[in-house]
């Protein structure tokens, strides 16, 4: 697969994986990119051994998990990138909601969601996590009813 | 959305706007930083580069006479040289750690990774210290038997009580302040890690 092609398939998948992770726009854009640096990087060493998709999300989670140390040692974004296109925030307070609310679970939590909500197979899911797949499912289930109950809090439904 | 135990996240989820950066910019920011990479590590090896050839020109222009000046020349170098190998080292192990490993495999090897920073910061710092001190009174052992008692007395005890105020305040200092970071970095890798048990 080329870069460009894997480029255009998955920048939008993977940006919403790291906006779950750290609910902000621009760091979200900048752990994206990061995310396609080392993708651009490694892509000859990819051997079929997984499929595609489960080798670049285990890039895209393990590097949302770096930042964390990140986070203490550097100021945001160190290298500022001229976007092609305004930034954009969405508009509508639900969706702004669920991004919130699933920054605030546990790291690991914000990533299997994110790979859920993503239509990832539970099987690949587990392969990007390190967890059996009748883990994966336990975990999904709790974290969906824990976002329910946030909603349903919040009044938003 | 009406039904109370199915709102739809998938759909919420899939709703937020994205903008895909211009491609070329991408690949301009990974030429950015390999350049940044090489940078830093020119300037390092400039570095030592500078102060060994320094070094060497001392021993070749003044011509030492002792022993104990040419032993501390050769362990005032190795003392730099091999703080920089160990920190440089270091370095390169942690720019490679494996990123297409599982999250849990990759979380152990951050941990790893943080234990051993934290070992080095604390006993290769110790380590570079005392070998410098040892080699700088050493080197200048010669110069001072030609200096009056007084004289000798005073370069000593200068050059030794600014090793000990690095000894016993400014490295501790700052031992404590890197050991705080990565201490705390390893809780919260491993206060992660504990999510996935």
Redesign the interface.
Known sequence: MEFEEIYKTYWDRIFRLCMGFVNDYDAAQDLAQETFIIVWQKLETFRNESSIGTWIFRIASNNCLRQIEKQKRFPKSELPIHLSEEKQTSLEPQIQFLYKCIAELPETERIIISLELEDVRQAEIAKIIGLSEANVRVKIHRIKEKLTQKFKENGQR | ??N??N?D??D????????????Q???A??N??KRAGLRSLWITNMLLFATTAFIVFVWIYYQPQFISTKIGIIVTILAMMIYLFVYNKLLSTYKSIE?????????QN?ILIKKKQQFLQTTMMRFYFATLTFGICLYMYEYASRMTFLGASLAYGLTLLWMAVNWFFILPKQIKKQQF?IN??IE??EE?NK??L
């Open positions: 959305m009406d109370d135990n709102i996240f998938k919420l989820w899939k709703k937020q706007s994205v903008s895909q950066p211009d491609m910019d991408l690949l920011r990974v950015k930083f990123t297409t490993q599982t999250n849990q495999e990759y979380l951050l970071k705390s970095l919260k890798f992660i999510q996935l």
